[in-house]
């Protein structure tokens, strides 16, 4: 399969492209979330993607004639603006870090109310 219909040129992989990995590897690759960050699930997924890209870059965001590279037009594929400069990045990595805050906040609140719900403390005599 050639490589240009496995990525969007906008940024990210296109079906085939997810198809083609997922059985390549084994993996599990889903669509980049665009929308709002509302569910947990997609906190999670959304603050990791941002943090692990944007944190610490491992490219250039810009090519040398200013047009954004890959990596940059990722976050497009994710529904963020493509960011051109270092500082713009660690904004999309700042972003990473309170969804994931929301995420924990979340998952702790529900994992108390189940635990309390069905659950009785033994206590061992």
């Given at each position: 399969m050639k490589q240009e219909r496995l990525k969007d040129p906008k940024g990210g992989l296109t079906a085939a492209g997810r198809r083609y990995f997922?059985?390549?590897e084994g993996s599990h690759l889903?669509?980049?979330?665009k929308g709002k960050a509302d569910t947990p699930e997609k906190m999670k997924r959304k603050g990791s993607f941002l943090r692990r890209h944007f944190a610490h870059p491992s490219g250039p965001?810009?090519?040398?004639?200013?047009e954004p590279t890959r990596l940059a037009l990722s976050a497009k594929a994710w529904g963020e603006k493509v960011p051109k400069t270092k500082a713009e990045a660690k904004k999309l990595a700042a972003k990473g870090t309170r969804l994931l805050g929301r995420y924990h906040k979340a998952h702790d609140k529900a994992g108390t109310k189940s635990a309390k719900r069905g659950t009785k403390k033994r206590t061992l005599h």
């Open positions: 997922n059985k390549k889903k669509p980049g979330v965001l810009v090519k040398e004639n200013g």
